[in-house]
């Protein structure tokens, strides 16, 4: 009896420091933390999408990140100064909104702040020296995923973690089991209606032109992203955005306006990934995009609600990498519109007309037959 008690002792003093550990790792400030490979002179891009409710998973967001020690990638080597910097007062906190770039180097804090007015956040980081960078955050990054990876390198490519924990432990949380795809498919975006007109004999300086019902007070996002081969498919693009008369569905109707902004070279607004284009009239837009960026975003702003006639020099598509190009703040993609089905025109049968002539003579030789 006194061999078995002296064990059982033996064994709870042996327990008693690992508990000590799991329960400090459970008292950790952040959620996750993992380890990048990132090089000087590259920028990489950290994204935070709204999920499948319409909402971003949280509001804001803190993101401290620490630079290892040469030929290091444990998260353990750091996590002492990652706890100094996440009790440390708010004021030592540098605050950064979408389109912000974090200068990384030696260890440093930040407080996200997500875009309200979009379905998509991004934040550019540049490190100062290359190495190991651990970055602890108050979220799971998985939790702002929506099929692509929170973390790219300025061409697109996914930038994955040497080492990774997760601290989370209440409901509702991705555990991300399948990071290793991260939930992207080629035929997610199958099936947009791009309506892509050929011109026929016409000729115009634009290479695509389609109508969208926008609504006042909301804001919308035109993305440009690099494709496949890691390039966008020009640095720019010309736009040109007409509002229509109320009720108009008719692309045709605002060419002639759409011809004449893009006849003033004067007249054209520049707008580099980031801006906000306040949609009214007839307006011509030079888009920049990003070269430090995968992705490259705009946000729209209606004036009034009704239809908007879009000319643009090149084909919209050619700039999609999985999801839309027009998106709502919601992350609801933007259809091109047509016009309401109605029930004027020539009729689909006779019966909706008993009163004309063919309908009158087709039941008279019926009944003549029926009669014979």
Known sequence: VAMARCRSSLLIAALVPLL???????????????????????????????????AYAAATMKLAVVLLPANNNSIKAVKEDAEALFVAAPATWSNATSGATLAL?????????????????????????????????????????????????????DVEVLEEESHANHSGHDDHADHDDHGHSEDAHAGHDHQEPKHGDEEHAWEWAGIFALDAGETYTW???????????????????????????????????????????????????GATLALSGAKAYSLTFDQE???????????????YAFFTEHLPSEFENGFHYLKDEHGHDVEVARAPATTTGAPTSLAQRADSPIYLAAMLALLVGNIR
């Open 20 to 54: 000590e550990f799991a329960r400090g790792a459970e008292e950790h400030p952040w959620e996750w933390a993992g380890v990048f490979p990132l090089v000087a002179g590259e920028t990489y891009t950290w994204s935070a999408a709204r999920g499948a409710n319409n």
């Open 293 to 307: 960026s995968w992705v490259s975003l705009f946000k729209l702003q209606p004036a009034v609600s009704g239809s």
């Open 223 to 273: 993305s440009a992203a690099r494709g496949a081969t890691g390039a966008y498919a020009a640095a720019g693009m010309k736009l040109v955005v007409v509002a229509l008369p109320a009720g108009s569905y008719d692309v045709h109707a605002a060419e002639e306006e759409a011809e004449k902004g893009w006849a003033a070279p004067t007249t054209w607004n520049n707008a580099t990934s």
């Open 105 to 157: 180097s030696g260890a440093k804090a930040y407080s996200l702040t997500f875009d309200q007015g979009s379905w998509l956040s991004i934040f550019k980081l540049q490190p100062a020296a290359s190495g190991n960078y651990s970055f602890f955050t108050e979220h799971l990054p998985s939790e702002f995923e929506k099929g692509f990876h929170f973390m790219k390198d300025e061409h697109g490519k």
